[in-house]
């Protein structure tokens, strides 16, 4: 990218970033950006008369974008994302990642984009897990709606084993999901990453000996190259979903290629043979081209006592903390260092 480095925020759950994040931040320091990683809930959201800005520690922030690694498992950070997100060019929208958690709403969603899918009924109760049961055939997958990396997902080979699983991962809710059983790709799938739309890479991933799953911890992950097929029906299946940054898991059936999830913020585990983060990198950098293009909107500079986006010191002014009457200027304490106002 030409020009001065980014301030890039880069928004994960509570907790010490993984190892993921950390690849990233190093790929965004490498190519000149400013990377902040911060957990959601050192974040909060000012909203007056100049409409939502992004805060930390009670000042606005001065960010040019936003990469994030949230879920429902971090919904007020996915309202305090939401609240700007018409300002900050960001990777991925809310209501996208929302929409990908729930299993569900997916398939509706893949479906109506022509996207194959297993057969995937959405049961309330335990007479419409028998009735499709009976009508997709034994065995039949059984998943929570908005379960993660294979929690909550077993395999009935029959009626008294569909209830009795059935009753064994109800315990966030009654409605549950049963699922045609793709047995030909039984233990091995294909995560495939795709940024802005397009096709990254692939690795096929294998279950543990006996576990019809592949998507869950303990996998072995190898590269593989997927057919033209395969391609554009992920392809399809990323313009489906609206996700800037995700993978698809993708099954070979017999009648071809399926996809059975969507993950937004996809791991980059197992894609040692390519560097995931350029492409990720190449559309923020995009997508802060373009809202460039429009006019700006102030988003104010954050001081803090230890400078987070390691950037030079200028002369200038900082705001203080929001009062009720509006913020109000005052000159940089010594000692301090105001990051740089947005362009």
Same mark, same amino acid.
């Given at each position: 990218?030409? +020009?001065?480095?980014?301030?890039?925020?880069?928004?994960?759950?509570?907790?010490?970033?993984?190892?993921?994040?950390?690849?990233?931040?190093?790929?965004?320091?490498?190519?000149?950006?400013?990377?902040?990683?911060?957990?959601?809930?050192?974040?909060?959201?000012?909203?007056? =008369?100049?409409?939502?800005?992004?805060?930390?520690?009670?000042?606005?922030?001065?960010?040019?974008?936003?990469?994030?690694?949230?879920?429902?498992?971090?919904?007020?950070?996915?309202?305090?994302? +939401?609240?700007?997100?018409?300002?900050?060019?960001?990777?991925?929208?809310?209501?996208?990642?929302?929409?990908?958690?729930?299993?569900?709403?997916?398939?509706?969603?893949?479906?109506?984009?022509?996207?194959?899918?297993?057969?995937?009924?959405?049961?309330? =109760?335990?007479?419409?897990?028998?009735?499709?049961?009976?009508?997709?055939?034994?065995?039949?997958?059984?998943?929570?709606?908005? +379960?993660?990396?294979?929690?909550?997902?077993?395999?009935?080979?029959?009626?008294?084993?569909?209830?009795?699983?059935?009753?064994?991962?109800?315990?966030?809710?009654?409605?549950?999901?049963?699922?045609?059983?793709?047995?030909?790709?039984?233990?091995?799938?294909?995560?495939?990453?795709?940024?802005?739309?397009?096709?990254?890479?692939?690795?096929?991933?294998?279950?543990?000996?006996?576990?019809?799953?592949?998507?869950?911890?303990?996998?072995?992950?190898?590269?593989?190259?997927?057919?033209?097929?395969?391609?554009?029906?992920?392809?399809?299946? !990323?313009?489906?979903?609206?996700?800037?940054?995700?993978?698809?898991?993708?099954?070979?059936?017999?009648?071809?290629?399926?996809?059975?999830?969507?993950?937004?913020?996809?791991?980059?585990?197992?894609?040692?043979?390519?560097?995931?983060?350029?492409?990720?990198?190449?559309?923020?950098?995009?997508?802060?081209?373009?809202?460039? +293009?429009?006019?700006?909107?102030?988003?104010?500079?954050?001081?803090?006592?230890?400078?987070?986006?390691?950037?030079?010191?200028? !002369?200038?002014?900082?705001? =203080?903390?929001?009062?009720?009457?509006?913020?109000?200027?005052?000159?940089?304490?010594?000692?301090?260092?105001?990051?740089?106002?947005?362009?």
């Amino acid at each position: 990218m030409n +020009g001065p480095g980014l301030r890039l925020l880069i928004i994960i759950g509570e907790g010490p970033a993984n190892e993921d994040i950390r690849y990233l931040e190093e790929g965004a320091r490498e190519r000149g950006h400013l990377p902040l990683v911060v957990s959601w809930n050192e974040l909060s959201v000012a909203l007056d =008369d100049r409409g939502p800005r992004l805060c930390a520690e009670g000042l606005p922030l001065a960010v040019d974008g936003i990469i994030h690694q949230m879920s429902t498992d971090a919904l007020p950070g996915l309202t305090i994302l +939401g609240a700007v997100e018409r300002t900050v060019p960001h990777l991925n929208s809310t209501a996208a990642v929302l929409r990908s958690a729930d299993k569900f709403a997916t398939h509706v969603r893949l479906a109506a984009c022509g996207v194959p899918t297993p057969a995937t009924a959405f049961c309330p =109760d335990d007479r419409e897990l028998r009735l499709f049961a009976r009508a997709y055939g034994y065995p039949v997958v059984l998943k929570q709606p908005d +379960g993660a990396r294979g929690a909550e997902v077993t395999l009935a080979r029959g009626e008294d084993e569909l209830l009795e699983r059935a009753e064994a991962i109800r315990g966030r809710g009654t409605p549950l999901l049963v699922q045609r059983f793709v047995a030909e790709a039984a233990g091995r799938n294909h995560r495939v990453v795709l940024v802005g739309g397009r096709f990254v890479a692939a690795v096929e991933q294998t279950g543990r000996p006996g576990d019809f799953r592949s998507n869950g911890p303990g996998d072995v992950c190898r590269p593989v190259a997927l057919t033209e097929e395969e391609v554009a029906v992920a392809e399809r299946a !990323a313009r489906a979903a609206e996700l800037d940054l995700m993978s698809v898991d993708l099954l070979r059936s017999r009648s071809g290629p399926v996809i059975l999830e969507t993950n937004s913020f996809p791991a980059f585990g197992g894609f040692g043979h390519v560097d995931l983060r350029a492409p990720v990198l190449d559309l923020i950098e995009r997508k802060v081209a373009e809202h460039r +293009g429009r006019p700006a909107v102030p988003l104010g500079i954050l001081r803090r006592r230890t400078p987070p986006w390691q950037a030079p010191a200028p !002369a200038g002014a900082v705001l =203080d903390p929001l009062p009720a009457g509006g913020a109000a200027e005052r000159e940089s304490p010594a000692g301090e260092n105001p990051l740089t106002t947005p362009t």
